[in-house]
């Protein structure tokens, strides 16, 4: 177990630290273990533990459209149920 035997001090956005702080109690620990978890990995490996992206969520969707990775239309509500349940058992 490492040793806290200091603080960190920074500013962050008020909405993201109580949202963050949210999934970390949803995740059973406290927003410090998170973010020391965080540091601990980037420690060990030397690399985020993400692939950060600076692209648009415009530019990822363009990718997605070129990777053939869309859905098709659906002209009503029947057709896209049958797309969404087609192989799957009914009950």
Request: charged share 35%.
């Amino acid at each position: 177990m490492l040793n806290k035997d200091t603080t960190m001090t920074f500013r962050i956005n008020k909405d993201l630290k109580e949202r963050t702080s949210k999934v970390s109690e949803d995740m059973g620990m406290d927003l410090s273990t998170a973010i020391t978890m965080f540091l601990v990995r980037l420690d060990k490996d030397h690399e985020l533990p993400f692939k950060p992206s600076t692209k648009t969520e415009l530019e990822m969707a363009i990718e997605d459209i070129k990777k053939g990775n869309i859905s098709k239309a659906h002209t009503n509500h029947e057709e896209l149920i049958k797309d969404l349940t087609d192989g799957q058992d009914k009950e």
